[in-house]
């Protein structure tokens, strides 16, 4: 069974930092596109940052560069979202989701096909 698991979520303070992982199951990461989703009530789902296969692309959303940062264990069969000096408008639930087709200037939800469950992150004082 093909499968993607968010873990890492949670309740921090403004300024504070978390790691996302999106752990994978029945296959391997390294020839997929990844991409980190998020969904706040009421909003679309709109992309975070999306790696390319091959790693040699990445892609981050205006309201996250310099802050948030994609990176990938192919080793650990794992893709991970560091999320620094973060804000109260960071507030959704993150989904991370893979994909063969290329993700270069298309980091959007209608290019993945496998999605995991999300997992909510809440910042907040």
């Known amino acids: 069974q093909l499968q993607l698991v968010e873990s890492g979520g949670g309740l921090v303070q403004p300024g504070g930092s978390v790691r996302l992982s999106c752990a994978a199951s029945?296959?391997?990461?390294?020839?997929?596109?990844i991409g980190w989703f998020r969904q706040a009530p009421g909003k679309e789902r709109e992309g975070v940052s999306c790696?390319?296969?091959?790693?040699?692309?990445?892609f981050y959303a205006d309201s996250v560069k310099g802050r948030f940062t994609i990176s990938r264990d192919n080793a650990k069969n794992t893709v991970y979202l560091q999320m620094n000096s973060l804000k109260p408008e960071d507030t959704a639930v993150y989904y991370c989701a893979v994909t063969k087709r290329s993700v270069q200037r298309m980091c959007v939800p209608g290019r993945f096909g496998l999605w995991g469950q999300g997992t909510q992150v809440t910042v907040s004082s």
């Open positions: 790696i390319s296969s091959s790693d040699e692309y990445t």
């Open positions: 029945g296959f391997t990461l390294d020839v997929y596109a």
